[in-house]
Nanobody, 120 residues
């Protein structure tokens, strides 16, 4: 059974710098590209950042480029998202995603999400 468990969310002061973690189990973690998404109230879920499975190449959404760093530790089956200079508009539920291309299509898994609220 695949599980992705996010942690590290909560109430953050404006300009704060939290680090989110996502611990994976039940899958060969090193084979999966890992991503962070977020969904703000009343808005669609959007991609925040992705890190590939092999070279560890990273990509970021424009909204978080320069303010976030995605990284992974394959030995710990964990992916991280370090965010900086958070603004109230960054308030959202942040989700972890694992993705693998297989012969029959795309295998993807989601975590349950962790709430990040940016407020003074």
């Amino acid at each position: 059974q695949v599980q992705l468990v996010e942690s590290g969310g909560g109430l953050v002061q404006p300009w704060g710098s939290p680090r989110l973690s996502c611990a994976a189990s039940g899958l060969i973690f090193s084979s999966y590209a890992m991503s962070w998404y977020r969904q703000a109230p009343g808005k669609k879920r959007e991609l925040v950042a992705t890190i590939t499975n092999t070279c560890g190449t990273t990509n970021y959404a424009d909204s978080m480029k320069g303010r976030s760093t995605i990284s992974r530790d394959n030995a710990k089956n964990t992916v991280y998202l370090k965010m900086n200079s958070l603004k109230p508009e960054d308030t959202a539920i942040y989700y972890c995603n694992a993705r693998l291309k297989v012969f029959t299509g795309l295998r993807t898994y989601w975590g349950q999400g962790t709430q990040v609220t940016v407020s003074s």
